[in-house]
């Protein structure tokens, strides 16, 4: 062979490799689910972990990106991040930094805004607990996640991090963060589509039925789950209210 071909050869070879690595990602990778709003249907993309992406009335949002580029590979860049959390398996700075990021606003609490590069600096908006705001025809209320009991050495303090409930056309949608059974998750009302963690240190499965049994929401997703018998939650769900939506999907397609 043309030794001059050699170099050729490899690129072609390599570019069919990552080409392969693509789409068993992306076959590997659930296919979103889509619910109709009053204006239009939102797609839901489960991603990797607690990481997903919605889409709604052609604006992309990206939830707690981590799981790095080849996550979010075939995925349209997003017009807006919500970070809920200093984690590096909500605030990856690493998938930040990979994924195109330059079109987008970015709600955060002030303690990611504190860890964050700078280059992102300007793209914040910081939410702290009980605020409002209204970004792209989507309002986002942040609202407690946090351990229970509260101690001072709490891997998840009071304060420090956000959850969100989303309305979305006319649809409630509560994404968890990281947290317990806690009171204001428990007191929510109307919610249409709920996120909702389960592995330490967080809830079991039993924490997070009894939760989910007690702020009814339409359609209940879990994610952020690991090791967890997902499972054994539809069914602890279901036994408690069958009216309650449960919709296992895939968020760990291929090895962290």
Same mark, same amino acid.
């Given at each position: 062979?043309?030794?001059?071909? /050699?170099?050729?050869?490899?690129?072609?070879?390599?570019?069919?490799?990552?080409?392969?690595?693509?789409?068993?990602?992306?076959?590997? =990778?659930?296919?979103?689910?889509? /619910?109709?709003?009053?204006?239009?249907?939102?797609?839901?993309? !489960?991603?990797?972990?607690?990481?997903?992406?919605?889409?709604?009335?052609?604006?992309?949002?990206?939830?707690?990106?981590?799981?790095?580029?080849?996550?979010?590979?075939?995925?349209? !860049?997003?017009?807006?991040?919500? /970070?809920?959390?200093?984690?590096?398996?909500?605030?990856?700075?690493?998938?930040?930094?990979?994924?195109?990021?330059?079109?987008?606003?970015? /709600?955060?609490?002030?303690?990611?805004?504190?860890?964050?590069?700078?280059?992102?600096?300007?793209?914040?908006?910081?939410?702290?607990?009980?605020?409002?705001?209204?970004?792209?025809?989507?309002?986002?209320?942040?609202?407690?996640?946090?351990?229970?009991?509260?101690?001072?050495?709490?891997?998840? !303090?009071?304060?420090?991090?956000?959850?969100?409930?989303?309305?979305?056309?006319?649809?409630?949608?509560?994404?968890?963060?990281?947290?317990?059974?806690?009171?204001?998750? =428990?007191?929510?009302?109307?919610?249409?589509?709920?996120?909702?963690?389960?592995?330490?240190?967080?809830?079991?499965?039993?924490?997070?039925?009894?939760?989910?049994?007690?702020?009814?929401?339409?359609?209940?997703?879990?994610?952020?789950?690991?090791?967890?018998?997902?499972?054994?939650?539809?069914?602890?769900?279901?036994?408690?209210?069958?009216?309650?939506?449960?919709?296992?999907?895939?968020?760990?397609?291929?090895?962290?």
């Amino acid at each position: 062979m043309n030794n001059t071909r /050699i170099p050729i050869l490899l690129k072609v070879i390599s570019i069919a490799t990552l080409s392969l690595m693509s789409q068993i990602i992306f076959a590997q =990778r659930p296919a979103p689910d889509e /619910i109709k709003t009053d204006k239009g249907a939102l797609s839901i993309q !489960p991603v990797q972990h607690g990481s997903l992406v919605l889409t709604w009335n052609n604006k992309i949002i990206y939830v707690d990106p981590y799981g790095g580029v080849k996550a979010f590979e075939g995925i349209a !860049p997003p017009d807006m991040i919500l /970070i809920t959390d200093i984690h590096g398996d909500h605030m990856s700075i690493e998938t930040l930094k990979g994924i195109e990021t330059s079109k987008a606003t970015m /709600i955060v609490p002030k303690a990611v805004a504190d860890q964050l590069p700078e280059e992102f600096k300007k793209q914040l908006v910081i939410l702290s607990n009980g605020e409002k705001k209204n970004q792209l025809g989507v309002e986002i209320e942040a609202i407690p996640m946090y351990n229970l009991p509260e101690t001072a050495d709490s891997r998840h !303090p009071k304060g420090r991090g956000n959850g969100y409930v989303l309305n979305i056309g006319g649809k409630r949608v509560y994404i968890c963060g990281d947290t317990e059974d806690i009171p204001e998750m =428990r007191a929510l009302k109307n919610i249409d589509i709920a996120f909702i963690c389960m592995n330490g240190p967080t809830m079991d499965i039993n924490q997070a039925a009894s939760a989910v049994l007690e702020f009814k929401p339409k359609i209940v997703y879990p994610f952020h789950y690991r090791e967890s018998d997902t499972e054994a939650f539809k069914k602890l769900v279901q036994k408690g209210n069958a009216a309650i939506d449960v919709r296992l999907r895939n968020w760990y397609p291929k090895a962290e």
